[in-house]
């Protein structure tokens, strides 16, 4: 079932999303607008860490592949960002990967959906749907495009995607179970693995 914002406060309190705001924050203590985070009815807005970004960019003669991944296909961090590193852009029609700012331990009866959220949609930028699953702990690794013809800013310690909370059954095998490779994630961002 769909977990709502009391489930998520109590989980919270145990250690399931850190660090935690019980609100939907909107505005900061001097009144400036940000992207939203935090608790909503129904799902929970994690922040973009101001810690990395990384965008992937074309070098002739080169293939990403998902089995033998080739940094190189990245450009470095300071390519991205401004100098207070409160934000980084994303250029037209590229691809780049963030970190969460909390940290997740997700519980061994519980499936996490990421989702984007709509200010940024209404911007051209698309996060990749993807799953944390039961009993997997870290900073996820967050994926995003511009799928639009215009670069786009991206806020670091403000709102990027929203997480969704489905419990079911117990399962017999966690991610803990299966010692997932990509278990305990650090807050940078984790290429793909083989
Ligand atoms: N936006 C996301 C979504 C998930 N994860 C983390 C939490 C998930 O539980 C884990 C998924 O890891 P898997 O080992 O299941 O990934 P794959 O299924 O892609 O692995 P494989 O390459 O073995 O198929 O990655 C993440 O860092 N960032």
Redesign the pocket.
């Given at each position: 079932m769909l977990k709502n914002d009391e489930w998520i406060k109590e989980k919270a309190s145990q250690g399931m999303i850190s660090p935690f705001e019980s609100q939907q924050i909107r505005r900061l203590e001097n009144d400036l607008p940000v992207i939203s985070y935090g608790l909503s009815s129904f799902g929970y807005d994690i922040r973009l860490s101001p810690n990395e970004f990384r965008i992937f960019r074309h070098i002739p003669g080169t293939i990403v592949d998902?089995k033998n991944f080739n940094p190189a296909n990245l450009e470095p961090t300071e390519l991205c960002t401004d100098e207070t590193g409160s934000y980084f852009i994303l250029p037209a029609h590229s691809y780049g990967l963030g970190v969460a700012l909390e940290k997740l331990d997700?519980p061994d009866n519980v499936t996490v959906i990421?989702i984007g959220k709509s200010t940024y949609a209404r911007c051209g930028l698309i996060a990749?749907i993807?799953?944390?699953?039961a009993g997997?702990r870290?900073y996820?690794?967050?994926?995003i495009s511009n799928s639009s013809s215009a670069d786009c800013k991206i806020y670091a310690n403000e709102g990027i995607v929203q997480l969704v909370f489905l419990e079911g059954d117990p399962c017999s095998v966690s991610?803990e179970k299966r010692k997932?490779?990509?278990q305990e994630?650090p807050d940078r961002v984790?290429l793909?693995?083989?």
């Amino acid at each position: 079932m769909l977990k709502n914002d009391e489930w998520i406060k109590e989980k919270a309190s145990q250690g399931m999303i850190s660090p935690f705001e019980s609100q939907q924050i909107r505005r900061l203590e001097n009144d400036l607008p940000v992207i939203s985070y935090g608790l909503s009815s129904f799902g929970y807005d994690i922040r973009l860490s101001p810690n990395e970004f990384r965008i992937f960019r074309h070098i002739p003669g080169t293939i990403v592949d998902p089995k033998n991944f080739n940094p190189a296909n990245l450009e470095p961090t300071e390519l991205c960002t401004d100098e207070t590193g409160s934000y980084f852009i994303l250029p037209a029609h590229s691809y780049g990967l963030g970190v969460a700012l909390e940290k997740l331990d997700i519980p061994d009866n519980v499936t996490v959906i990421c989702i984007g959220k709509s200010t940024y949609a209404r911007c051209g930028l698309i996060a990749n749907i993807t799953p944390a699953e039961a009993g997997w702990r870290g900073y996820l690794t967050l994926e995003i495009s511009n799928s639009s013809s215009a670069d786009c800013k991206i806020y670091a310690n403000e709102g990027i995607v929203q997480l969704v909370f489905l419990e079911g059954d117990p399962c017999s095998v966690s991610y803990e179970k299966r010692k997932g490779k990509y278990q305990e994630q650090p807050d940078r961002v984790t290429l793909a693995r083989i």
